[in-house]
């Protein structure tokens, strides 16, 4: 899939969409088919300055390899002397973390539809041996039906094993990951409750103002419920079932699909568009 013919040439460039730490993100047409894309540029110097071509070669190989609605398609790459170019599936609709602080949380009939489709999306990443690890909001995108797309391999692995760094943003970190233990799939299933009551309440749930005390919260799995949100007991309970220490314990992705809040809750096109939703 590397494209060693292909150069920026072959595509009409259009609007610039985002910059991210390794480069920009422009939509752009593929000339000959009309194909509608992302193009992520990374300038090679960066790459070189952040020591970064290894999680580069990771996102690429991984990424590719994927084929699922929930999983942002990474079509080809090509590169020049100064460039390394990722030709990507647009994701009209932009950062699923813009939108749920523009409207401040989700109804229970969204946050189950995008839950939903992350336990599709993460199940079968695990059957292709593939941890994401970073799974966060500014990771998901949404295209233009509101379908979530998981977005942004650099932190993913390919493991069988159990596996010790430390990695990923610290308030979506499984216990596990803050005691530096041995951490498998199951961190996944964490980070999934993080993001559920997320979606649910506007904020993680063991957010606090120094870094140590989330550390601290996780550990502990010092769960509240805000009183502020009414919220659905069935939802309350999926959380509690991903927000378990015991990394074996946590409900599998694939009985939360079967969890009568799901079940309730989800659309099952996957495609839910809140108000506010255009980019
Ligand atoms: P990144 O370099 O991945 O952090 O992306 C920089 C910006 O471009 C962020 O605002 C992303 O939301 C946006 N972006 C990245 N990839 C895509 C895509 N495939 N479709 C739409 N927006 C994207």
Request: net charge positive; with cysteine; charged share 30%.
């Amino acid at each position: 899939m590397e494209r060693p013919g292909w150069s920026l040439s072959d595509f009409q460039i259009g609007k610039f969409i985002g910059e991210g730490k390794f480069g920009k993100v422009y939509l752009a047409r593929e000339k000959q088919s009309g194909y509608v894309v992302a193009l992520k540029v990374i300038y090679k110097t960066k790459l070189q300055k952040y020591r970064f071509h290894a999680h580069l070669r990771r996102e690429i190989e991984i990424q590719h390899g994927l084929d699922h609605p929930n999983v942002l398609r990474l079509f080809a790459w090509f590169h020049d002397d100064q460039r390394v170019v990722l030709v990507l599936e647009y994701a009209a609709r932009g950062e699923l973390y813009k939108l749920l602080r523009s409207v401040g949380h989700f109804s229970e009939r969204t946050a189950a539809t995008y839950v939903a489709s992350l336990a599709g999306a993460l199940a079968y990443c695990h059957k292709k041996q593939v941890i994401h690890r970073d799974i966060k909001p500014e990771n998901l995108l949404l295209d233009i039906e509101g379908r979530l797309k998981i977005a942004d391999f650099g932190w993913a692995v390919r493991s069988n094993a159990k596996r010790h760094t430390l990695c990923g943003t610290i308030d979506y970190l499984a216990p596990e990951m803050v005691e530096k233990k041995a951490h498998d799939y199951a961190v996944d299933n964490w980070t999934l409750g993080i993001l559920c009551y997320e979606f649910l309440y506007g904020s993680p749930p063991f957010e606090a103002e120094e870094q140590q005390d989330t550390l601290m919260r996780i550990v502990k799995v010092d769960l509240l419920f805000p009183k502020t949100r009414v919220i659905s007991a069935d939802a309350k309970d999926l959380i509690c079932k991903l927000l378990v220490k015991d990394s074996s314990k946590r409900i599998s992705l694939d009985d939360i699909l079967k969890h009568p809040w799901i079940v309730k809750n989800a659309e099952p096109s996957g495609s839910c568009i809140e108000q506010k939703s255009i980019a």
